[in-house]
């Protein structure tokens, strides 16, 4: 697979029901990730970074295996895709600029986070705007 088709079935693998803005800022997390300089902490290529940080394709969900299987259950879920799909073109293309993001989280996943330093110290990211539900960190 190349990195645009990588990148949209991880963007709708995580935000399969969501909507424009939302698929931009999964995907603009990935891509500044990539670019980051930090290899050793989220990967060095799209599908390294979506293997080591994104559940749905750590864990493969069923909207990431519709998506890597190219069948989706109904015309809503094919037109998703095809938003996911042009989200990543635009990404990789530089046509769309990425949003501001290596991380996202709802308040529930703060609040449980913030109780274990250990598996995420937001002391090392700055909050950087918000989208949706999700507050969004970066370095």
């Known amino acids: 697979m190349g990195d645009i088709t990588d990148l949209a079935n991880t963007i709708y ?56 299987a190219g069948k989706f259950p109904d015309k809503a879920s094919e037109t998703a895709y095809k938003q996911a799909l042009a989200v990543a073109s635009g990404l990789i293309k530089g046509t769309i600029q990425p949003d501001k993001v290596h991380f996202y989280f709802t308040d529930k996943e703060i609040n449980k986070l913030k109780k274990n330093p250990k598996r995420f110290d937001f002391k090392r990211v700055k909050p950087t705007g918000e989208v949706g539900q999700y507050k969004l960190f970066s370095y």
Do not use: H, L
């Open 13 to 68: 693998g995580e935000g399969a029901s969501t909507d424009y803005n939302t698929m931009k800022m999964i995907g603009s997390s990935i891509i500044n990730r990539v670019s980051s300089g930090r290899a050793k902490e989220f990967g060095s290529s799209i599908p390294e970074v979506a293997q080591k940080g994104y559940y749905a394709v750590s864990n493969p969900n069923v909207p990431y295996k519709q998506a890597i």
